[in-house]
């Protein structure tokens, strides 16, 4: 096909090219633009005279918006039309290309699945509006404890702060607030129920239920910890556990005591580095069945956690005792900062006030043993 003929218009850069308009055989004028832009020569179609109402002089207007960029060229539009969007969803399987050691990763999937990617997974960050995210947390709040809300919208907070550190995409234009969640539950376990959960260990069958529940209540380890836990990570001569990659994310140390030595010595050693495998000797998930099995047997109460309940049983242990500091208990159970551990400082402070009670008792007490000054003690003397 020839090329049609340029006819240059009055204004710079604007010209016009004659053809039929669409849908009829009235001639048309196509006008075009010339400029260049960032050392480029750039050509594009501005518009058409009567379907677009285009005019050399809005023409000329557009070249020049184009020019100092205040608009994109038609090119960088098509290009940006064809850029990959990324919405909620593409950002989250970026993240899990990004981590795939993520610790919780199948909860979180599950949360992502369940909750975001219904109802705002097509969308791009910058898309959602505050009302989005309150139909999120009404919808989650049905049937969910407030601590699984929170969790739900962390994760959406997460993916778009990742979009964001990443540089794929925009972020919503408002913070994405958490509810805030008093789960700061203590846990613990009077002599009795200790002694029974002791004896229902002895009586059960599992080959390391029980004695991972042990090595919690004479530890505090968390859940996650001991199931990764290693014989490597047991110096047994220097009486030390190493704790990789705890929740505070760096390494730690924590004191091998008397019962966790003999927990540890009486378990069966195979060829797995685990010390407490699963299947085939590779780590194992959980053990929630064989331990809720000890819980009821002991007839421990239905909302205490097997496991991690007993980490709250031996911090409390420890506050309540009254001869150890918080400083200490934190270091103990690896907490980053202070703030985790302060949930038993009352522990501490009833032990203290019991203290100074018994100080004032004994005070009384010796004041009313001592003579009054002056007094002349009697001394009977036997009848003659």
């Known amino acids: 096909m020839p090329a049609l003929k340029r006819f240059w218009t009055d204004y710079p850069g604007v010209y016009y090219v004659e053809s039929k308009a669409i849908g009829s055989k009235k001639p048309e004028k196509i006008y075009y633009i010339k400029y260049r832009k960032n050392g480029k ?61 993520l610790k919780g990763l199948k909860t979180d999937k599950n949360r992502f699945d369940l909750y975001l990617d219904a109802s705002l997974g097509n969308k791009e960050p910058a898309q959602i509006a505050p009302l989005d995210v309150d139909r999120l947390r009404i919808n989650a709040s049905k049937g969910h404890k407030p601590a699984t809300v929170r969790n739900i919208l962390e994760l959406l907070r997460r993916i778009v702060n990742f979009g964001i550190e990443k540089r794929l995409a925009q972020g919503p234009g408002f913070r994405i607030k958490l509810p805030k969640v008093n789960n700061l539950k203590t846990e613990d376990l009077t002599p009795d129920q200790l002694k029974a959960l002791l004896d229902a260990i002895e009586k059960d069958d599992h080959p390391l239920a029980g004695a991972l529940l042990q090595l919690a209540l004479y530890t505090g380890m968390r859940r996650g910890e001991l199931l990764r836990l290693k014989w490597e990570d047991i110096d047994f001569k220097r009486g030390f556990i190493s704790i990789r990659d705890p929740k505070g994310r760096q390494d730690q140390k924590i004191p091998l005591n008397d019962a966790a030595r003999r927990v540890l010595q009486n378990l069966p050693r195979g060829e797995s580095p685990y010390v407490f495998p699963g299947r085939k000797g590779q780590q194992r998930i959980n053990i929630n069945r064989p331990a809720k099995k000890i819980k009821d047997a002991a007839g421990l109460p239905k909302d205490f956690r097997a496991i991690h309940g007993l980490r709250h049983a031996y911090a409390s242990m420890l506050a309540s005792s009254g001869k150890v500091d918080l400083y200490t208990i934190q270091k103990l159970l690896t907490h980053k900062s202070p703030a985790m551990t302060q949930r038993y400082a009352h522990l501490r402070d009833e032990t203290l006030h019991k203290a100074s009670s018994l100080a004032v008792e004994l005070v009384t007490q010796a004041i009313k043993e001592k003579p009054e000054e002056g007094a002349i003690e009697k001394v009977s003397t036997p009848r003659k």
């Not at 020569?41 to 205040?70: N, W």
Request: charged share 45%.
């Open 41 to 101: 020569a750039v050509e594009e179609k501005a518009g058409r005279q009567f379907s677009d109402d285009m005019t050399p002089a809005r023409a000329a207007g557009l070249r020049t918006r184009k020019i100092e960029g205040d608009i994109p060229s038609n090119k960088e539009r098509r290009e940006e039309k064809n850029k990959k969007k990324w919405t909620i969803k593409s950002l989250w399987e970026e993240y899990l290309k990004a981590h795939p050691d």
